[in-house]
């Protein structure tokens, strides 16, 4: 409600936004490491992120009506991605959608933090624990985790 349905771009001014730009930033995926406003002159480089689900769902936490509903778009975006492309899922939702849009069980990829699969579309699926405020805070999710993740899409990319 604070970040991306205020400000038209994923992840910007809101909590979860904080660790993911930075990070992004210092593995040289972002060219400033903090968004706060959809004209704050963040460029993302070699990356672009969506949502599953476009809207805000009631509670923050997406329907599988919703996640059903939005599911053509994430098809639409994924289908555009070359092969050898990582995708990384933030958050059981995130993995499940992508699972889902691909036509893919995802019972036979289960969701991990740290996790990758290569799909067979030639893609590659690595997963963390979405950056929330509640997966910061109870430290289910640290920055070096994060960090982890994010340093293997970068790995990958440059195979």
Do not use: W
């Not at 004209?39 to 599953?52: E, F, H, P, S, V």
């Not at 990384?88 to 889902?100: I, K, P």
């Not at 995802?106 to 699926?125: D, I, K, M, T």
Request: hydrophobic share 40%; charged share 20%.
């Amino acid at each position: 409600m604070h970040g991306a349905n205020r400000t038209g771009r994923p992840f910007t001014g809101d909590h979860a936004g904080i660790l993911l730009y930075r990070t992004l930033h210092k593995f040289g995926f972002a060219n400033r490491p903090e968004a706060v406003a959809r004209a704050d002159g963040l460029k993302l480089k070699r990356c672009r992120i969506t949502n599953a689900v476009k809207c805000l769902p009631p509670a923050n936490k997406p329907t599988p009506a919703e996640a059903h509903t939005c599911r053509v778009y994430l098809e639409g975006e994924l289908k555009a991605l070359s092969a050898g492309a990582v995708v990384l899922a933030l958050g059981g939702v995130a993995h499940q959608s992508v699972l889902r849009a691909l036509a893919l069980k995802p019972s036979a990829y289960p969701f991990g933090h740290g996790v990758r699969y290569r799909l067979p579309n030639g893609l590659q699926l690595l997963t963390s624990y979405h950056c929330s405020r509640y997966n910061t805070q109870t430290r289910r999710l640290t920055p070096a985790m994060f960090e982890a993740v994010v340093r293997e899409a970068k790995r990958l990319l440059k195979k």
